[in-house]
């Protein structure tokens, strides 16, 4: 079997974080430096004595957000941080010894006392993690980083900017217009980047103690000083991990965070993958009716648009703490060297510096709360399930029953009449441009994860069969059945497909009629099947054909 290597890009840390610098700020300054270099098909190794610095969970989080840089992987090598790792979430002594000798055998344990020669690599680059800015990235890119510091003047420009992926073309004298409202008898506003959505969630965010330890410390000092998070806005805490509960419960930080609205909702994926759920309609209407560039700031890896709420034009990604303070402020227009959070007891004003912890602080509650048994009695609750999963009927057959009333998962039909010898080259005649894209088309825009829009063709095919608009879930839920997905296919509804005219949404123009139709039902048309054929996916002009 031949392969063609991949590239691999030596990514050399060395200094330390400044106090108060949390790996969410080193996690989006590495995605937007590796995006910068161009690191798409290669492997990206990070190397360095920096790496001393970083825990695991740290080393986790930059290698999670591979996608988001664009690397096939990110990795570290493994050294004695691993090896604490494993001791502290339960494995035995006897099995780290082994994996230790094993790798020392074969020359892929990095010991900091032994003598180092410089890799090679396809290509370096370099980051003094002293250089490491708080920092927050958007509004619709995870690559688009912005130090807090010029947050303010950033998001304004935005407002300025043409639209794109920096820009929403607000009319200056539009841009600092206040609605207001009235939300359950209480009166209420909103304007250009006020926050509706502040989500702590994304697995490998929600799964670092370091991060997790800081925003139980930040609403805990909130909560004593008497600021609130607004009713309006749309808090929650989406742990990876059971662990988390059981830390943040002994440290008595849980409380805290449920006390500003952050309240447990379950485990895994939420806000990251569009599933937070619906907005209050008096919210939502408010949004919709004012034309209002609402925000949501979440500690997930993902913000392209569309994905974390059809109502959010402007998503952020940021550190678990960072979540908290911007839900307490209620609204991303803000420098918070500056101005304050909020009033807090006595009228006196608070600001950032007077709720952030110290790394210290953190370091301390981290190693006195995260405790190997609590690794120990929840990997072991795994194997034993809950009552729900227990209880569900599992077919005894070795091969699956595809039930064909399911609008979860659906027997695939690309594979039925397949012949063991392939058709051959074929022309293609009389074809015409279904779709016309500029730069950056993601995945996401490709093939949505988040909410299913109540008027789309997947929206219509679940209705036929029966699912109510409240079931509807989401593309990521349902991406089991073809059905769904195939009429999902460029389905983001902020796409923006030029035969449009820049109109935004999955609708394209059927060219022989010039009908603005969907672009499911367009390539439907007269029993037209959709081929998907690109045409240069190298950060350039992208066209998809419709095959007749």
């Known amino acids: ?193 006020t926050v509706v959505i502040a989500a702590i969630t994304s697995c490998t965010n929600t799964s670092n103690p370091t991060v997790m330890i800081a925003s139980g410390l930040v609403a805990k000092k909130a909560y004593e000083l008497g600021l609130e998070v607004k009713p309006w806005i749309k808090t929650s805490l989406a742990p990876g991990s059971g662990v988390v509960t059981k830390y943040l419960l002994r440290s008595g930080l849980l409380k805290y965070l449920s006390d500003l609205g952050f309240n447990l909702v379950g485990y895994g994926c939420t806000t990251c993958i569009g599933n937070s759920g619906d907005l209050d309609q008096i919210v939502a209407d408010a949004i919709t009716e004012n034309d209002i560039i609402a925000a949501a700031v979440l500690s997930g890896n993902r913000n392209f648009e569309g994905r974390i709420h059809p109502l959010t034009q402007a998503n952020y990604l940021a550190s678990p703490p960072l979540v908290v303070v911007y839900a307490l402020a209620g609204t991303v227009d803000i420098n918070f060297e500056e101005e304050p959070i909020g009033t807090g007891k006595g009228n006196r004003p608070i600001f950032l510096r007077d709720i952030w912890p110290s790394s210290k602080k953190v370091s301390e509650i981290v190693h006195s709360n995260v405790l190997v048994d609590m690794f120990k009695s929840t990997y072991e609750a795994i194997t034993k399930g809950n009552p729900m999963w227990n209880q569900l009927v599992v077919p005894t057959a070795d091969v699956y029953s595809w039930d064909p009333n399911s609008t979860y998962i659906r027997e695939p039909p690309f594979f039925k009449g397949m012949s063991m010898d392939p058709p051959g080259p074929h022309s293609i005649k009389d074809a015409y441009c279904l779709l016309c894209f500029g730069d950056c088309v993601t995945t996401d825009h490709i093939s949505p994860a988040g909410s299913i829009h109540k008027d789309s063709p997947a929206a219509k095919y679940l209705v036929d069969h029966s699912v109510k608009p409240g079931d509807f879930n989401s593309y990521g839920s349902r991406r089991g059945n073809y059905e769904v997905m195939m009429r999902g296919t460029f389905g983001n509804i902020r796409i923006v497909n030029k035969l449009l005219d820049g109109e935004p949404g999955p609708k394209t123009i059927h060219v022989p009629t010039r009908e603005k139709l969907y672009v499911y039902d367009a390539a439907m048309v007269l029993n037209m099947g959709l081929e998907v054929r690109g045409t240069g996916m190298q950060n350039a002009l992208c066209c998809w054909e419709l095959r007749l």
């Not at 840390?13 to 108060?20: E, F, N, V």
């Not at 790496?51 to 695991?56: C, D, G, K, R």
């Not at 996608?67 to 035995?92: N, Q, S, W």
């Not at 680059?125 to 927050?136: A, H, K, M, N």
């Open 1 to 193: 079997m031949s392969m063609v290597l991949p590239g691999v890009v030596g990514f050399k840390l060395h200094g330390t974080l400044r106090d108060g610098v949390t790996a969410t700020d080193l996690v989006l300054t590495v995605t937007q430096m590796l995006r910068k270099h161009g690191v798409v098909g290669k492997f990206v190794e990070f190397y360095g004595r920096g790496m001393e610095e970083l825990a695991l969970a740290d080393r986790a989080t930059i290698a999670n957000m591979a996608p988001e840089y664009g690397a096939t992987v990110g990795f570290f090598p493994v050294d004695h941080i691993t090896l604490e790792y494993l001791k502290m979430t339960g494995r035995e002594d006897e099995t780290v010894s082994t994996i230790e000798a094993y790798l020392r055998a074969n020359k892929m344990f990095v010991d900091y006392n032994e003598p180092k020669i410089e890799p090679t690599y396809s290509s370096y680059i370099e980051l003094d993690l002293g250089d490491v800015e708080p920092c927050i990235s958007g509004p619709k890119r995870p690559h688009d980083r912005v130090t807090l510091k010029d947050m303010k003047a950033d998001w304004h420009a935005c407002l300025e900017n043409k639209i794109g992926f920096k820009g929403y073309g607000i009319p200056k004298d539009l841009q600092n217009r206040v609605v207001k409202f009235d939300f359950h008898g209480q009166t209420a506003e909103l304007k250009h980047g």
